[in-house]
């Protein structure tokens, strides 16, 4: 992670659960397995759970999570606002801008 994130918290949840089960895990960040080594990244959520995380991407390989990740933290260190949390950052500018987002 890059260093300026030392002093943050910065909450990601991972599990394979089935879709079924996955309600505990949509109030932040997190990645959920879709099938054998394929995971869905969801971004957005808040800490107190007062607004969900949305379907960031589909299908993502497993080889592949760390540098989706990476990605989108190092657009969060360059272009976050002062005090901003990661899930408000992907609230405005990744979901503001949906399918047009490019890293």
């Not at 260093?3 to 996955?22: A, D, Q, V, Y």
């Not at 997190?30 to 990244?41: H, M």
């Not at 995380?53 to 540098?67: F, H, R």
């Not at 657009?75 to 890293?103: N, S, T």
């Amino acid at each position: 992670m890059p260093s300026s994130f030392e002093k943050e918290e910065l909450i990601i949840r991972m599990t394979g659960l089935p879709k079924w089960l996955r309600a505990a895990i949509h109030g932040r960040n997190c990645s959920r397995g879709k099938g054998p080594n394929k995971y869905q990244l969801y971004f957005g959520g808040n800490e107190p759970s007062t607004r969900l995380n949305w379907l960031y991407k589909d299908s993502v390989k497993g080889d592949e999570v760390v540098n989706e990740l990476r990605s989108v933290l190092a657009r969060y260190a360059r272009e976050r606002h002062r005090g901003e949390r990661f899930g408000d950052f992907c609230q405005r500018e990744l979901k503001a801008h949906d399918k047009a987002f490019v890293i």
